[in-house]
């Protein structure tokens, strides 16, 4: 099993940028209909949490869908009407059967609105399904195949979108240490396989590798923008080099200097941002992000001379690619083997706001910050306390069964979704993600057996709506 490292940091990025309006519960639509808000804490489903795997959440201009575990397990889809807070929900035939954490859950909407969901897999079968018509359950009741070749043993889906749109899909099949990224795209009702060679090798020369990357970004410039590791093996310890590349239509790449790369891209062929041997504290939750430049930006770990762990930015210029120290901690986190695993340190890579250069950072020693950067030197200028909105005290009051920890995710907007509106969050309870994937032994009165939660949904007003 491969090591993914999960982090604290969605627990508080998903309280950034809302606003509360504690004032009227009615509201008028664009199209002139009055409509009852929903509640401002909603329970969707009851939910089963043996383990901290991810949910996802997404609206459009008229519902919230949130796709789940539902009490008995069955990856589950929940539509909640934005005007009316009515629900209706769906099973999709896929059972969550272990304790596997990597079974994370990803939707998206295309271009005629019809939701699509994947998940439920580590070197298992693909799952996917999706709606026939838009807003409508039918058709998520039945898992379907892409393209036919190559879902057999799928990990690690996303949906994201082309430079014109449309919606692609993107898997690892293989395991760990032995897998190849597919990459699908969606054209009319059907998908097509995109790349006939997979973007990253298998194998250099007489040793298997896996490349552990970050999601295809489209950049300012109209390149996708992507950063990896090697992995030898299933091992966490066994990753090294951080890479990148970077492709217009993500089937012909290229290195930072515009030379073409043939594919599959080898340990050999890559372009090293920085050269990291294995067993150096490289871990495989890179980031990339951007700066105002529109630079992209590779955050990372590795021990520094004295063995502890730093946070490094990679960023080129004319003479190449610089790396820099963001840190100066005497911790060191050090992981071994494989299965799912706590982050100690998480990090969300750097973006641009309010003119400042900044990235949310979690490590144990100080817990969870916003570092600030010097845009020039990409050096350490200032840290602050994040800033959290009233959500915090819609949700922070929830308590747990005994032993399960509180998740959040931010409900995020797709499909049509029109102007300024109400933002929504989703939380849950679950075992964290501490027991490396295997089963628990749910005999003593210190961990029950009970691993269900309500599912919520809390909603934040948005100030800019008109109500009455």
Request: net charge neutral.
């Amino acid at each position: 099993m491969a090591l993914k490292i999960r982090t604290h940091l969605f627990s508080y990025l998903a309280l950034l940028g809302a606003f509360i309006s504690p004032h009227a519960s009615a509201r008028v639509t664009d199209i002139g209909l009055k409509c009852n808000d929903i509640p401002k804490a909603l329970t969707v489903d009851h939910v089963w949490g043996g383990t901290r795997v991810a949910f996802d959440a997404l609206e459009n201009k008229g519902f919230i869908y949130i796709a789940y575990y539902d009490a008995d397990r069955w990856l589950s889809v929940a539509q909640v009407d934005k005007c009316s807070g009515t629900e209706k929900k769906i099973r999709i035939p896929s059972r969550f059967e272990g304790w596997d954490a990597h079974n994370s859950i990803t939707l998206a909407f295309d271009n005629l609105n019809r939701l699509h969901v994947s998940g439920n897999m580590h070197v298992s079968p693909l799952v996917y399904a999706r709606m026939d018509t838009s807003d409508q359950l039918s058709g998520l009741d039945r898992v379907r195949s892409m393209v036919g070749q190559d879902e057999t043993q799928a990990t690690y889906p996303y949906f994201f979108r082309f430079g014109d749109g449309s919606l692609g899909f993107a898997y690892r099949s293989g395991h760990s240490g032995d897998g190849v990224e597919l990459i699908n795209r969606l054209v009319g009702s059907g998908w097509v396989r995109w790349t006939s060679t997979p973007v990253f090798a298998p194998a250099s020369e007489k040793n298997h590798v896996n490349a552990y990357h970050t999601e295809f970004l489209l950049g300012p410039d109209g390149f996708f923008h992507v950063a990896w590791v090697w992995r030898e093996d299933y091992a966490v310890e066994t990753n090294f080099n951080v890479n990148y590349a970077k492709s217009k239509d993500l089937r012909t790449w290229e290195n930072s200097s515009g030379k073409i790369l043939p594919l599959p891209i080898t340990p050999k062929s890559a372009e090293v941002v920085d050269f990291i041997p294995e067993r150096s504290g490289l871990l495989n939750n890179i980031r990339l992000g951007f700066d105002g430049a529109g630079r992209p930006v590779i955050s990372y770990l590795k021990f520094d001379a004295s063995g502890a762990t730093q946070l490094f930015h990679a960023r080129r210029d004319e003479a190449g690619w610089k790396s820099v120290a963001a840190t100066r901690w005497t911790y060191r986190w050090d992981p071994r083997g494989g299965g799912t695993i706590v982050g100690e340190i998480g990090f969300s890579g750097v973006r641009q706001h309010d003119g400042q250069l900044i990235e949310q950072v979690h490590q144990p020693e100080i817990n969870s910050k916003t570092f600030v950067y010097d845009t020039d030197s990409l050096k350490l200028m200032e840290v602050r306390d994040p800033v959290h909105d009233d959500v915090t005290s819609t949700i922070a009051h929830r308590q747990g069964p005994a032993g399960m920890v509180l998740s959040l995710r931010n409900v995020r907007t797709g499909g049509t979704a029109a102007g300024p509106s109400d933002s929504h969050v989703i939380s849950w309870f679950s075992r964290p993600a501490d027991n490396r994937d295997k089963s628990r032994k749910c005999t003593t009165a210190a961990e029950p057996c009970n691993y269900v939660s309500e599912l919520i949904l809390s909603t934040i007003r948005s100030s800019s709506e008109s109500r009455n």
